[in-house]
């Protein structure tokens, strides 16, 4: 299966399919791309917080990349899903899921960020719709999925096993795994859990860095109203202080703080400050899913046995060929986190885009990940 990840550490990753097996997964912001559950080859997105019946690619991702110089770099046209369902993974939860594309393609799932971001339209552009057969879905109290913002039985590993529900009651073999942000996380995860079968490391060091001050340095006048809403003798953590007033018993201050918090993270994502994604922050609905969740996983500490946890099972896919692509200014999920995952995975391909921030919606970026799905892409091929 396939498998392209996506971190919180600004990173992404993308792979070639192998079968299906789970995996741990780093810190918010590290790794967009894909890897792959059993093969060989796979593509890291790194950006700040999948097997083919046992059968190796016969064609390494090194060696393929110089055998394909010219490849699309640019997203494809929208496409509508062809069809869509929900599926429930737990006595609590449903998750919403759509398939588009080419239904007898390659599977690629998408793995989308926050955690809590859910899937948009514009997630299935990544993927030539000829080539592959393309699986999103809204992870637990995410978009469209129920019931909304709900924390209860919402972990890490509930999410691993969420993937693998989804994949066989899809009834597919293998599949590749795509991820961004905190998908790149949950991908790490996932294929670590499955190595059969990419990364935002969810350390201390990263959470401290964005939401307890450290990223203020660049970006006051967004970091203002975050740290405004929470008084003074609070301040001590603000993770700590968001927890407590996105799970107040008043509506109102949930949505106050969700504001707040999601409109911090929308206004430092990018290089240059996009005004559609600053406007999500006014969205309660989206707002309270994007916030509590993503805060609820930082204050568990991504539910990991470690802080390193991610870097210390790296030997699990190290098999695995691999490029990780990181925004040199990614704000949200600084290129610390991809610098330490190449330094502990100095076989991966690892590739700065000098032009961009955390969005994996920036040219630059962007370009990166089409053409890993390409490279990807003429692999399966030729294998």
Not at 92 to 101: D, K, L, M, N
Not at 275 to 302: T, V
Not at 305 to 324: A, G, P
Not at 356 to 382: D, P
Request: hydrophobic share 40%; glycine share 6%.
């Amino acid at each position: 299966m396939n498998l392209s990840i996506g971190f919180r550490f600004s990173s992404s990753l993308t792979c070639l399919p192998v079968p299906p097996i789970p995996i741990p997964v780093p810190s918010r912001s590290l790794v967009r791309g894909s890897l792959c559950r059993e093969s060989k080859n796979l593509i890291w997105r790194a950006q700040t917080l999948d097997s083919q019946n046992n059968q190796q690619i016969s064609v390494p991702y090194m060696e393929a990349k110089n055998e394909f110089p010219e490849l699309n770099t640019n997203l494809y046209p929208d496409i509508e899903p062809y069809s869509t369902g929900f599926l429930k993974v737990s006595e609590i939860h449903t998750i919403y899921w759509e398939q588009s594309g080419n239904p007898n393609g390659h599977p690629v799932v998408f793995l989308h960020g926050g955690p809590g971001g859910g899937t948009s339209p514009c997630n299935r552009k990544f993927f030539d719709p000829e080539f592959y057969r393309i699986i999103l879905f809204d992870q637990r109290g995410a978009g469209k999925s129920t019931p909304h913002a709900w924390l209860v039985e919402n972990t890490t590993w509930d999410l691993v096993a969420d993937i693998e529900k989804l994949r066989e009651h899809l009834e597919i073999p293998e599949w590749q795994v795509f991820g961004g942000s905190w998908g790149s996380t949950l991908a790490l995860a996932y294929s670590q859990s499955h190595p059969d079968k990419g990364i935002f490391l969810l350390r201390k060091k990263e959470i401290d860095w964005f939401y307890e001050g450290g990223a203020a340095a660049i970006f006051p006048d967004a970091w203002e109203p975050f740290r405004d809403l929470i008084p003074e003798n609070e301040r001590r953590s603000f993770v700590d202080a968001y927890w407590k007033r996105l799970n107040s018993d008043d509506l109102e201050t949930q949505y106050a703080a969700a504001r707040a918090w999601t409109k911090w993270e929308m206004m430092t994502a990018h290089l240059l400050p996009n005004e559609e994604d600053i406007k999500n922050g006014d969205d309660d609905k989206f707002s309270l899913a994007f916030a509590r969740i993503e805060n609820h996983y930082f204050l568990n500490k991504g539910f990991f046995l470690s802080d390193s946890f991610l870097l210390d099972n790296v030997e699990k896919i190290r098999h695995i060929d691999t490029i990780i692509v990181q925004g040199r200014y990614d704000v949200c999920c600084p290129m610390m986190s991809a610098w330490d995952l190449h330094m502990a995975w100095p076989e991966a391909d690892f590739k700065i885009v000098p032009d961009a921030g955390h969005s994996a919606n920036e040219r630059g970026i962007a370009a990166e990940l089409v053409a890993a799905n390409e490279k990807l892409k003429n692999i399966i091929r030729r294998s």
